[in-house]
C-alpha cells in the first residue's frame, strides 16, 4: 500500500520558519517526482516545489523560491521542505504528492496537480501577522 505521510505543520510567527516532511512507503520512488502543493480556502491548488528522487533536479514556484528549500534524505524516503520567512500568504493546507514516474521535468508538467498519482493527507501551516 502506497503513503505518503505529511508532518511538521503548525502555528508560527511571521518571519519565522517551519520544516515539513513527507514519508514515502509501499513502493520504490527510484523514477518519481515528489512535489510539495499547498491550498487555502477557496483557492486553487496551487504548485510549491518539486525534486527528481533520482538525480535531485529541483523546481520552485516564484512565489517561494529564496524562502523554501525542497530537499531529500534517500535512507529514510523522506521529503523536507524547510520554510523559511514565512508570510501570512504561506497559510494553507501543504500536501506532498508523487507522480509514480512518468520521467518528465518541465515546468508545465511539474505545476499541474493532475499530473500527480500519489497524495499524502495534508498538513495545516497556519502564519499568523
Known amino acids: 500500500q502506497v503513503q505518503l505521510v505529511e508532518s511538521g505543520g503548525g502555528l508560527v510567527q511571521a518571519g519565522g520558519s517551519l520544516r515539513l516532511s513527507c514519508a514515502a512507503s509501499g513502493r520504490t520512488f527510484t523514477n518519481d517526482v515528489l512535489g510539495w502543493f499547498r491550498q487555502a480556502p477557496g483557492k486553487e491548488r496551487e504548485f510549491v516545489a518539486a525534486?527528481?528522487?533520482?538525480?535531485?533536479?529541483?523546481y520552485y514556484s516564484d512565489s517561494v523560491k529564496g524562502r523554501f528549500t525542497i530537499s531529500r534524505d534517500n535512507a529514510k524516503n523522506t521529503v523536507y521542505l524547510q520554510m523559511n520567512s514565512l508570510k501570512p500568504e504561506d497559510t494553507a493546507v501543504y500536501y506532498c504528492?508523487?507522480?509514480?514516474?512518468?520521467?518528465?521535468?518541465?515546468?508545465?508538467?511539474?505545476?499541474?496537480?493532475?499530473?500527480?498519482?500519489?497524495w499524502g493527507q495534508g498538513t495545516q501551516v497556519t502564519v499568523s501577522s
Open positions: 525534486i527528481k528522487w533520482s538525480g535531485g533536479s529541483i
Open positions: 504528492a508523487a507522480d509514480g514516474g512518468k520521467f518528465y521535468f518541465y515546468s508545465s508538467y511539474l505545476k499541474d496537480p493532475v499530473q500527480y498519482i500519489y
